[in-house]
DNA sequence: CCGCATGATGTAATCGATTACATCCACTTT
DNA sequence: AAAGTGGATGTAATCGATTACATCATGCGG
C-alpha cells in the first residue's frame, strides 16, 4: 500500500507545472498527492468518469469501474477533502459541543460518538466550552462558516443563548441533535435518559427498603437534569407515601466538592436523615468521604445512592448503590440519529435509553 | 466487577418516540453565506485586499483596512475553510490520537490541548484508536490525504507501526508531536514527565519513611514508560541501600482489575511487603481495596503509593499518595510545540515536565 | 525632469473534486 | 430508414479564498 515509489512509464510528462516554492524548504520529497487527474489518465478515462465510480457506481460500467478501482488502488488516491468539501458543500464532520472536557462522565459518551461516526465515515471535532462566552461564540461562527455538517450539543443550549433565551446564533442550518441535556424549546431531537423515572425509581428503592427519612442532594437549581430529577424524587416520596420535607432538600452542583459540603451539612445536623439520594456519583462520594471521616458509617449509620454510575462508583468504599447510565449508548444514539438527519432520513424527535439501577454496598435497610 | 447486581428495568420501553422531526429543514431563508466578493463589494476594494487585510494586515493602507474591518463586522463574514484550505494547502486541524479516549486520564490532557489549539486558532480532530489496526489505517490515510496540519501522538507509536517496527505510513510528511508515550526511533519532538525519576523519588520517599521491604506492581511489559518506571524504582532502591528483589515486583497492567490481582497476591503472601508502589491510580484503587476488604488496613498495615493523581486519587479511601502528572499542562506543552512546528519554528526536542510527589493518607511509616 | 524604488491595490490563475450539460453510440420503435 | 431512447462518457463551469504578477501612484536621487 504504502509503497509508492516513482512510476512513471508513460514518457509524457505528467508534471507540467513547475513546482516553484519560494520558501528555502531543502526538504527531501514533496511528495505531491495523487489527484483525482492522474487516477484518470491511468485509468483513460476522464476525471468525470473517476469520481461517478466512486460516487455512483451504478451508473458507470463495469469495466470503466474496475479500470478506475485498480487505478486508484496503484496510486492510492485519497480525495482531497477540501476540494470534495469546497464544491458539494460538505464536511463530513461533526461538532460536538460540552461544557467540560475533562469531566469523565463525557468520555465514554464520546467514545460512543467517535466510534459510530467514524464508521459512517464523518470525523468528529470537539468543541470545550470551558463555559466561555467567546469560545461559544467561535464556535457558533466556525458553525455557521459551514465547517461542520452536523453537531450533537452536550451542553443544554443553543449557541448563543447562553444568556438571553432569544440568541442570534440560533439558525444555524445545520442538521443539530441534544444529548443529554434536553433543550427546551429547540425543534431538534433529544437523546437522553428518562431522569425522572430514574430518580423516581431511586427513592421508592431507598423507601422500600424501610428508609422514612430520605434526604436529596441536588443539582444546580436552573438545571435541566435537576429539574426532572427532583420531580422524580417527588414522585417518589409520593408513591411510597412519604411526605416532602423541604429540609431535606440539600443544594449541590453535581461536583465532588458540593458533596463534601452536603455531608457536612447534614453532619451539623441534630436529627439526621438514615438515607441520602445525591444527584451525582461524585456528590456521593464527596459525601461519603466526609460521613467517614466523621465516624458516621455507610451504610450502617446512613445509606448513601448516586446517579450517573462512573467508573469509581463501583470502586468507592463502600461501592455505590447508583443508577448506570449507557453513556456509551447514548453517544452512539445521538450519532447515528444525527447521520440520519445528515442524509435526509427522517428521525425520532426524542429518544429516552433507558438505565439501570444497580445496587452495590453504600444502601442498605435502615436500622 | 463483582459486586454489582444489575436489576432489570421496570416496564419503560427502550424506546420512546415521541413525534417526529422531518429531515427537510423547511427553511425560511436559505441564508446564503457571505463570501468574500460581498465583503469587498461593500469595502470597495478587490478581493485580494480583503484577503491581505486578514492575513497580513501590514500589507494594507491604514483605511482600507478599517473599511475591510468594518464590512466585516458588519456582515459577519467568515471565510469558507474549504475554498482557503484547497488553495494554501493548510487545513488549521490537527489530529489528536489516543489509544482510548474513555480513559480518564487522558481528558485533562485533552482539555489542554484543545484550549492550546483554540487559541491558536486550529481545531482538533480526536481519533480513539480502540486497538483496531483498521481504524489507524484509516486515520493515517486520513492524514495523509492531508486532512490535517500536523498531528500529537499519545499513543506511542507512529501510525502503521503496531506491529513490525518498520511501518509503511511513517512518511507522513506532516509535523508531528508525541505526548506522553515516548515513540523510540521517530525523529519528532517528545513531551512528556519524567517517569524515571519521579518513580526514583516515590521509591525513596517510601524508604526514607522506613520501609525495608517495597513491592512494585509493574505496567505492561514492554510499555515504554513501565521501562522507564521501572528503572526509576530500581534507582531509588539502589540510592537508599536497599536490596532489589524480582519476588516483589508483581505484574499489572495499568488497570483497575489488575491492581485487585495483585492484591490477591500480595494477600497470598506469607510474608507481606510492608509498602507497596503502584504505576498508576486505578491499580492503587484496585489493591487498596482488596487489601482492605481481607482486613488489611492501609497505610497502617501496609503503605500505598499510586502514580498519575487521576481525580479520584484525591478522594480514595485512604487518599492516595501518588505522583501528580500536570495533564493539562502536558497537553498544552505538546500543542504549544506543534504549533511551532506548523508555523516554521524551531522546538526542542524533548520536554520534560516537572510531577509532584502528593502526601496524602495512604502512605506511612511501617510499624 | 527622468528613472527607479516602494507600497498599495487590482486582475486573474489556481487549488482539486463535483456535476450540469453536451455528445456519442448502439439499439429500438414506427 | 428516420427518429427516438437511454446509457456511458467527456467537457467545462463551478465552489470561494489565496497569491503571483501586473499596474499604478508617489517620492526620491541624480
Redesign the pocket.
Known sequence: MGASVKQGPEGQGIMD?V????AAQADDAPA?????????RLA?????????????P????????ARVLEAIARTG????????S????KTYMVLVVLPDLSNTFFSKILRGIEETLFEAGYGMIISDLDGSPEKEAHFAAFTAAGRVDGAILLNGHLFGQSRDGKGSAAKLNIPLVALCEAIPDADIPQIEIDNRAAARRMTQHLAQLGHRSIAYVSGPAQNVLERERFRGYRDGLRASALPFDPDLVVSGDYTLESGVRAGEDLLARAKRPTAVFCTSDEMAIGLVRTLSSAGVRVPEDISVAGFDDIEFAAVAQPALTTIHQPRRELGQTAATVLIDLLQGRTTPKRIRLKTDLITRNSVSSPR
Chains 1, 2 share one sequence.
Open positions: 507545472e513546482g516553484r516554492t519560494g505531491r498527492a495523487v489527484r483525482i487527474q492522474d487516477v484518470a483513460e478515462v476522464s476525471t468525470a468518469t473517476v469520481s461517478r465510480a466512486l460516487a455512483t451504478e451508473r458507470v460500467s463495469v469495466e470503466a469501474r488516491y485519497v480525495p482531497n477533502p477540501a476540494a470534495r469546497l464544491r458539494s458543500q
